[in-house]
């Protein structure tokens, strides 16, 4: 082949070996779907609290019941009781951010029918498609009734071992999920706090996974007690447990709960955002 006719097919060969250098590589993993609990920002309405969440570099958030709305609404929170007016007002703000709330939870308490009824009535106005619950298993048969009659997904949350439920046993999780027909919400911070390796619970868990609360945790110094930390920096397994995921092809959405550094925790968490498109 003469110089003139290589030139060309060089060029095209170094075009084409940049696009490979450049784009990132999922290695055949879905691309991570990454939202923020708006818990994060418990301080501030919700109205602040999306801005912040945009401001991280997300798409999505995980609304949490009872979060005041607005300054302008003192009386308005998040949940099932939003007048008409309030429910359009959030959904304006949450367009205005390029936001989608994809869940709302943790609905706990001992909830009674009407509750249960008006909540999934409320999730489905509002376009959300997944409810966290963690509450008594004898209601979970009404969950059931409204989410179907809904199109809402039931996800089981749950807290550390010393919550009052034994949801945080990965055994008794799956054989909720299976019996009702629920997903549970893994929440990885919690099960480090109780001494449960987030990745053998995951493997017992596949195809029960709905969504992920997920944090990195450290104890810092003097401390007796472990601390929220960017991801990465801290000691949970994190590298284990999006390999598991990975490998277990799991589609659903990486819920960042960021607990600490309250009035300013949004660096945090756009460096959290950052580690799991990376890893």
Not at 13 to 21: K, N, Q, R
Not at 95 to 104: C, R
Not at 175 to 192: M, N, P, Q, R, T
Not at 193 to 204: F, H, R, T
């Amino acid at each position: 082949m003469n110089a003139k006719k290589f030139m060309p097919l060089l060029a095209l060969a170094s075009i084409t070996l940049a696009g490979c250098v450049c784009a990132p590589s999922k290695e055949g993993r879905p691309e991570r779907k990454i939202a923020v609990q708006t818990y994060s920002y418990r301080l501030f309405t919700l109205e602040d609290a999306l801005k912040n969440a945009k401001s991280a570099g997300v798409d999505f958030v995980e609304i949490y019941p009872g979060q005041k709305i607005s300054s302008s609404m003192p009386n308005a929170k998040f949940g099932k009781d939003l007048t008409a007016q309030e429910r359009e007002a959030v959904k304006k703000m949450l367009a205005q951010n390029g936001l989608t709330v994809v869940s709302m939870g943790v609905v706990g308490g001992n909830p009674k029918e009407d509750f249960i009824k008006q909540t999934c009535e409320f999730a489905k106005d509002m376009g959300i498609k997944r409810i966290l619950i963690e509450c008594p298993v004898s209601a979970f048969p009404l969950w059931k009734k409204y989410a179907q009659a809904n199109g809402i997904t039931i996800c089981i949350h749950h807290h550390s071992t010393f919550s009052p439920n034994l949801f945080a046993d990965p055994d008794v999780m799956k054989s909720l999920s299976d019996e009702y027909g629920f997903k549970v919400c893994a929440d990885i911070g919690h099960w480090e706090a109780s001494g449960i390796d987030p990745v053998q619970a995951l493997k017992k868990l596949k195809g029960n996974i709905g969504e992920l609360h997920i944090k990195d945790k450290r104890v810092p110094d003097g401390n007796k007690k472990s601390v929220c930390v960017p991801f990465g920096e801290g000691t949970v397994d994190l590298k284990g447990v999006l390999k598991e995921l990975d490998a277990q092809k799991f589609d659903g959405f990486f819920v960042i709960e960021y607990e600490a550094e309250w009035e300013n925790n949004t660096p945090s968490i756009k460096k959290s955002v950052e580690f799991l498109r990376k890893n």
